[in-house]
């Protein structure tokens, strides 16, 4: 994997954060409601990376997809780790419950309304099954929200439709919130402030 540097997006970093989760209802539209100021914006580049460069969030080029994506894995298995518990859930924005793709996918999902999340459980982070989740996402903007909110596909009810309460916890446990950026070749991560 290349050498990745936590680069700090400051003001820039949280429009962009909020620019991406005001295209989505939901926990997206939960998480806004929070306030990002109360938390920070930063990106895993390549060393070297200049700070015009990291908040030129539209232009691709910097890194491989599948860096981005072994970054990812390896962060998310470290917040399971630090929390203890959590899920990380990932929001199909532009898609409905009802799409084909969605109904034939294999990855763990749930549903509200006709929003539509895939998750991973704790000890699920490897590459494979981050791969699948990131590969079941319809929609061209990627959004993820990892949530100190346990969710097992054993508790689920066994149509997968789950209440506004759950998407409500899931949101106001959320300690990161991961979009795409980059031509879809890294994340914008916002972590909670503690």
């Given at each position: 994997?290349?050498n990745?540097?936590?680069?700090?997006?400051?003001?820039?970093?949280?429009?962009?954060?909020?620019?991406?989760?005001?295209?989505?209802?939901?926990?997206?539209?939960?998480i806004?409601?929070?306030?990002?100021?109360?938390?920070?914006?930063?990106?895993?580049?390549?060393?070297?990376?200049?700070?015009?460069?990291?908040?030129?969030?539209?232009v691709?080029?910097?890194?491989?997809?599948?860096?981005?994506?072994?970054?990812?894995?390896?962060?998310?298995?470290?917040?399971?780790?630090?929390?203890?518990?959590?899920?990380?859930?990932?929001q199909?924005?532009?898609?409905?419950?009802?799409?084909?793709?969605?109904?034939m996918?294999?990855?763990?999902?749930?549903?509200?309304?006709?929003?539509?999340?895939?998750?991973?459980?704790?000890?699920?982070?490897?590459?494979?099954?981050?791969?699948?989740?990131?590969?079941?996402?319809?929609?061209?903007?990627?959004?993820?929200?990892?949530?100190?909110?346990?969710?097992?596909?054993?508790?689920?009810?066994?149509?997968?439709?789950?209440?506004?309460?759950?998407?409500?916890?899931?949101?106001?446990?959320?300690?990161?919130?991961?979009?795409?950026?980059?031509?879809?070749?890294?994340?914008?991560?916002?972590?909670?402030?503690?």
């Amino acid at each position: 994997m290349t050498n990745l540097k936590v680069i700090s997006l400051g003001m820039d970093g949280i429009r962009y954060v909020e620019a991406c989760l005001r295209q989505g209802m939901g926990i997206s539209s939960k998480i806004l409601q929070l306030g990002l100021d109360n938390g920070e914006v930063y990106a895993a580049l390549p060393e070297g990376t200049s700070l015009e460069r990291a908040t030129s969030f539209d232009v691709g080029g910097l890194m491989s997809r599948r860096d981005a994506i072994a970054w990812f894995a390896e962060h998310v298995d470290n917040l399971w780790r630090i929390e203890g518990t959590g899920t990380l859930v990932i929001q199909d924005v532009w898609v409905r419950s009802n799409a084909p793709a969605v109904q034939m996918s294999t990855v763990k999902k749930f549903f509200n309304d006709t929003e539509v999340y895939y998750f991973l459980e704790k000890g699920d982070c490897e590459w494979p099954s981050i791969n699948a989740a990131i590969g079941a996402v319809v929609s061209f903007l990627f959004i993820a929200t990892f949530s100190r909110y346990p969710i097992r596909s054993d508790d689920l009810p066994a149509d997968g439709i789950v209440t506004e309460s759950v998407v409500d916890e899931i949101a106001r446990a959320a300690r990161e919130v991961f979009v795409s950026a980059y031509d879809q070749e890294g994340f914008v991560v916002w972590r909670r402030s503690s």
